[in-house]
Each structure stands twice: as C-alpha cells, then as structure tokens.
C-alpha cells in the first residue's frame, strides 16, 4: 500500500509527455519499487552480513587468508557473485580488467557468430592482467556451460588460461563447495 501511495504521488510530479501522459504511474511504480528494494538490501549488502548468502564467511575468509587489502582476486564466474560485493567490502580489486565472467561467457557464447575473435581478444586481454597483475588467488566457479561445447564453464576457462596456470596450484581451502576451484599462486612465482 505504502509503494502504491508513493507511487502515486511520485506520478504527479512527472511531467506529462505526448502519448504516455496517463500512463506515468507504472513508471513511478517501478522506480518507488525499485528504491525500496534497494534500500533493504544495500545495507546487508555493504555490511557484508547477508544472511541470504550462507557462503559469505567462507568466501571473506579464504580472501582474507590468501591476499591482503588492495591485491587483486582474480575471479571467473558467470554472474558478478562471489567477487562482489566481497571483494570491495574486504578493500581487495578484480584481477583482471572485466567485472566478472559474464563478458566472458558472453565472448565465448558469440563464437559461432566471429569465429572465435571476440573469445581469442577477451581471453588474450584477461592473461595479460593476470600476469601483470600477479593476483595470489584464481577462483573459477564451475557449472554448466551452454555455448562451451561440452565442457564445463571451468573446464572452458581454464583451458583459456593454460598460459599463466603454471605459476599457480591448486588448493581446497575448507567450506567451500568443490563447485568452486581455487587456485594459489605458487611461491617460486610470487616474486618477492
């Protein structure tokens, strides 16, 4: 009821455009919706206590075992989670220049469209920062992969990120689901 009087009133504030005049107030239902959600779930979401999350500690406390604030995690998944919020909220950064796999799954997906070209440049650019970068942790979440030709979306990735794999090894960090492989970078190749 609150959201539908808000809305309401956020619609009269609205100036009226040609063809929609009488149709402002599902766009300020949307956007009255929109905030409200937003405002119940930013505070967990920033206070790093979500309790829709059950993985969360897990995840905090493998960062926080592995790198220290401002070290790149490189992170492979294909939604934005696990890396964010985490990796923010523990003042740690992305390990390679896209927010998280869904360009890549997307660059993998496009395949049969280029030929290949969109994989080979983003996979090409995500090695380079990974070498630049040197992060301590690779995490790549697995699951099933559509437009990855009967592999695994790990399976996928990883065999894209051969190159620089050799400087890292695999470890089972405790609590995480075997979904998740991790891996540490080794300390011959850590550089100091």
Not at 65 to 78: D, G, I, K
Not at 132 to 160: K, W
Request: proline share 10%; aromatic share 10%.
């Amino acid at each position: 009821m609150l959201v539908v009087f808000l809305a309401e009133t956020v619609s009269r504030t609205l100036p009226e455009t040609r063809g929609v005049g009488r149709h402002r107030f599902f766009p300020a239902l949307l956007a009255v919706a929109g905030w409200l959600v937003l405002l119940w779930f930013a505070p967990r979401a920033l206070s790093g206590n979500d309790p829709t999350n059950p993985l969360l500690p897990q995840f905090r406390t493998l960062f926080e075992n592995y790198t220290r604030e401002t070290e790149p995690v490189a992170v492979f998944s294909t939604s934005v989670w696990p890396a964010y919020p985490t990796l923010p909220q523990l003042r740690r950064r992305q390990g390679h220049r896209f927010l998280s796999a869904p360009y890549l799954y997307i660059a993998i997906a496009a395949r049969r469209e280029d030929g290949g070209a969109a994989e080979k440049l983003v996979f090409g650019m995500v090695r380079e920062d990974i070498e630049r970068e040197r992060p301590p942790l690779i995490l790549v979440a697995d699951g099933p992969c559509a437009p990855c030709e009967g592999r695994s979306f790990a399976g996928h990735v990883l065999g894209q990120l051969r190159p620089v794999m050799g400087a890292y090894t695999r470890i089972l960090p405790p609590g995480l689901p075997p979904r998740f492989l991790v891996f540490a970078r080794t300390a011959e190749s850590s550089g100091g």
